[in-house]
């Protein structure tokens, strides 16, 4: 079974762009999470999305936004990009639906780099 | 307000060694806890979880025991194995949602063969 696909890997940008990065969960997941992963401030919650709609929201400005699609897959935008904006950016997709707890499965990350 | 933290953000032992690793937090409302790991270029991979009603879980190898009057949590793993190295999380689902956690900075565990 494959796992959380996130691309791109890597990727580079410069201050007052924009930025989308994708998310393919497992087969199966319903649920898609997206985490900010920082050295500074480590794993901070973004958002979280279940079939198409965003459910739970951290403490982001509205630059950062994301979307889910009928098939799962999701995407994060960060609009107008700032230096602290660079980060490790995780997905992360859980089976379980509804108010259960369950077990996130996390991607490997998109290292967004803002010169 | 939310918050979940480390005691010790770096442990070294020797391999076949047992190793604890703790964590405080501070959210009372919280009610599900979950350690990760995270080894270098990947990301965070499940270990184990507990739910406030409960206060040890054992899985293969680790234990994770919670002390809800401290508010405290730890991990502990035994025999401890060189692929064990990486960085440790605990995590908090901070009572509103089940989806929506808060992790702690983090321990560096480093297994000296």
């Known amino acids: 079974k494959a796992g959380v696909t996130q691309t791109p890997r890597y990727l580079i940008k410069t201050r007052g762009q924009q930025v989308t990065l994708s998310c393919s969960p497992i087969?199966?997941?319903?649920?898609v999470s997206w985490y900010q992963q920082t050295p500074g401030q480590g794993l901070q919650f973004l958002f979280e999305y279940f079939s198409e709609t965003q459910r739970n929201k951290g403490n982001f400005p509205g630059r950062f936004s994301g979307r889910q699609f009928s098939n799962s897959r999701s995407e994060m935008n960060v609009s107008t990009l700032e230096l602290g904006d660079s980060a490790l950016y995780l997905c992360?997709?859980?089976?379980?639906?509804?108010?259960?707890?369950?077990?996130?499965?996390f991607g490997e990350g998109s290292r967004l780099t803002v010169l | 307000g939310e918050s979940v933290g480390l005691h010790l953000p770096t442990l070294s032992v020797q391999e076949g060694d047992n190793s604890i690793i703790n964590c405080a937090y501070s959210n009372s409302a919280s009610d599900y806890f979950i350690w990760y790991k995270q080894e270098s270029g990947k990301g965070p991979q499940f270990i184990i979880d507990?739910?406030?009603?409960?206060d040890k879980r054992q899985g293969q190898r680790v234990t994770v025991l919670l002390n809800k009057t401290v508010k405290h949590l730890s991990l502990q793993i035994a025999a401890t194995q060189p692929g064990d190295s990486a960085v440790y999380f605990c995590?908090?689902?901070?009572?509103?949602?089940?989806?929506?956690?808060?992790f702690g900075k983090g321990t560096l565990l480093t297994v000296n063969p």
């Open positions: 992360a997709s859980s089976p379980l639906s509804g108010g259960a707890v369950g077990e996130l499965f």
């Open positions: 087969s199966g997941h319903r649920s």
């Open positions: 995590a908090e689902n901070s009572g509103g949602s089940n989806y929506k956690l808060t």
């Open positions: 507990i739910r406030s009603n409960m």
